[in-house]
C-alpha cells in the first residue's frame, strides 16, 4: 500500500510540476508576445509620426 501511494503521490507532483512549468512558459509567452505587439505599434505609430 504504501509504494503505491507514494508513487500516485510522485506522479501527481509530477503533474504539478509540469503544469507549473507550462503556465509559466505560457504567461512568459504571452508577456513576450504582449511586448513585442506594443513595440511594433508604437514603432508603425514612430513611423507615420516621422512620415
Not at 508576445?33 to 507615420?48: D, E, K, R
Amino acid at each position: 500500500v504504501c509504494p503505491k501511494i507514494s508513487c500516485l503521490v510522485a506522479r501527481n507532483l509530477r503533474f504539478d510540476v509540469v503544469f507549473l512549468f507550462c503556465s509559466f512558459f505560457l504567461q512568459t509567452l504571452a508577456v513576450i508576445v504582449v511586448i513585442l505587439h506594443l513595440s511594433t505599434v508604437t514603432g508603425f505609430g514612430w513611423f507615420f509620426y516621422y512620415l
